[in-house]
């Protein structure tokens, strides 16, 4: 069954129709894993939690660079280590030992095993905090 989204998600993705399906394809696999998970829309970013938080989606430029698609979504998840792909855009350690990765997804099919492994690890860790 297709995810759908309540009014404040589809107003967070407001003209964005492309953004609003690629977090909807990210939104169904994640409570498919986790269907415990709290959410918090905010003004920049749509926020998960276990109750503290694991990933968030933003639409967020998080550095400007040519050749980025029109529309796509930013994928955050917190890890205890720097992870080291090519699919990370920007990776971050926010505080000693804790480490935010950001991961821009443009297409559906980036919404994969990898992606939501690595979601898994980062729920995983926010819950042993």
Known sequence: ?????NIDEMMFFDGKSV?????????????ALFPDTGMRIQKTQIT???PKVF???SMLKVRPAKGRP???ITVT?????????????VSVEAHPGRWTHHVLISQPEEIDSQ???????????????
């Open 77 to 89: 998840f917190g890890l205890g280590y720097q992870l080291l792909s090519p699919r990370i855009d």
């Open 70 to 72: 029109k529309e796509y």
């Open 115 to 129: 992606l939501m492994g690595w979601v898994r690890e980062a729920y995983d860790f926010s819950k042993n905090k």
């Open 1 to 5: 069954m297709a995810y759908k989204p």
């Open 55 to 57: 990933s968030c989606v």
């Open 19 to 31: 953004s609003l399906s690629l977090y909807e394809t990210f939104a169904e696999k994640l409570f």
């Open 48 to 50: 998960f939690t276990n």
